[in-house]
């Protein structure tokens, strides 16, 4: 039972836990209601300049201010905490146990977030200024449903990453950052290399950019469980120094 104290562990700075993420989000939404409404009054000045501040707000970024967050938990998961379980006695087992507890209970927390904000926007229009936050194309256009699926599926991609990112860091150290680094250069040559050279190549590669929702989900899923795996095996063989 001992897990517990790991889940303790990290929600015990209840400001970095919960605070500072709501403040953030909170400042985003009214900094993007602050835009929408000099916008408004200094460009728009007919329904079809409002549609066209709406539709372009599809691809706001600021929810990325309530994601961000939730990318570094990975990280902090292993680089901060990792260390710490051990040196107070928890055993491997029992520190990802009460870290993959953790994880799930912010991707639900974070999902929640996101779901309650954009039954919101959806309610109000925007919040009576057909401006967009929680209904954006990173969370997903389609029914609440999806958007749950998705949004919970990023969150737990993200933080199982970040986790199996720090993992291999500590298992090979310097080898492993200039190993993936130089691969994603590469492989992004090589992409872009083809692309030029290929029309077929290009269309295709394009191609992965317009799969179907489901399409997404399964690649999101798989890179989930691709990187929990990952996780669990660097974790057993992890060397702190």
Do not use: C
Request: glycine share 10%; hydrophobic share 55%; charged share 10%.
């Amino acid at each position: 039972m001992r897990y517990k104290s790991v889940v303790t562990m990290h929600t015990v700075n209840r400001m970095q836990t919960y605070g500072w993420p709501l403040v953030i989000m909170l400042i985003a939404i009214a900094f993007t209601i602050a835009i929408a409404i000099g916008l408004t009054v200094h460009s728009v000045s007919d329904a079809e300049g409002v549609e066209g501040m709406n539709n372009g707000m599809r691809f706001n970024g600021a929810i990325f201010t309530v994601l961000g967050p939730i990318v570094m938990l990975g990280f902090i998961s292993m680089g901060q905490y990792f260390p710490l379980a051990l040196g107070l006695g928890l055993t491997r087992r029992e520190y990802v146990l009460g870290t993959s507890l953790v994880f799930l209970g912010y991707a639900v927390v974070f999902t929640a977030i996101v779901l309650i904000g954009k039954s919101i926007e959806l309610a109000t229009d925007g919040y009576g200024l057909r401006v967009r936050f929680f209904d954006v194309a990173y969370v997903g256009f389609g029914p609440l449903w999806q958007t749950a699926i998705q949004t919970f599926l990023i969150a737990m991609s993200a933080m199982l990453v970040g986790a199996a990112f720090i993992s291999g860091y500590f298992r090979w150290r310097q080898t492993f950052i200039w190993s993936f680094f130089i691969t994603v250069a590469v492989v992004g040559l090589a992409v872009a290399i083809l692309s030029m050279r290929s029309f077929e190549f290009a269309t295709w590669f394009g191609s992965l950019f317009a799969l179907d929702w489901w399409a997404y989900m399964t690649t999101l899923g798989v890179v989930a469980v691709v990187a929990g795996v990952a996780w669990l095996v660097l974790v057993r063989r992890t060397q702190l120094r």
